[in-house]
């Protein structure tokens, strides 16, 4: 298993999943209205909070 610095680890444990679309994979959300946010492909509902 390849090492990894803990200020990585540390990053990566901050991102949740709606941000990560938002960055990464933007094109397979669907805003849904206001804070809400599906997937295209999955039925799944993401609310940003404030």
């Not at 990894?4 to 669907?30: C, F, G, K, S, W």
């Not at 999955?42 to 909070?49: D, P, V």
Request: glycine content about 4%; aromatic content about 10%.
């Amino acid at each position: 298993m390849p090492y990894i610095p803990p200020n990585i680890v540390a990053q990566a444990r901050e991102m949740d999943l709606l941000t990560y679309l938002q960055n990464y994979e933007p094109q397979e959300l669907v805003h849904f209205g206001g804070n809400t946010y599906c997937t295209r492909l999955l039925t799944l509902l993401l609310c940003k909070k404030r």
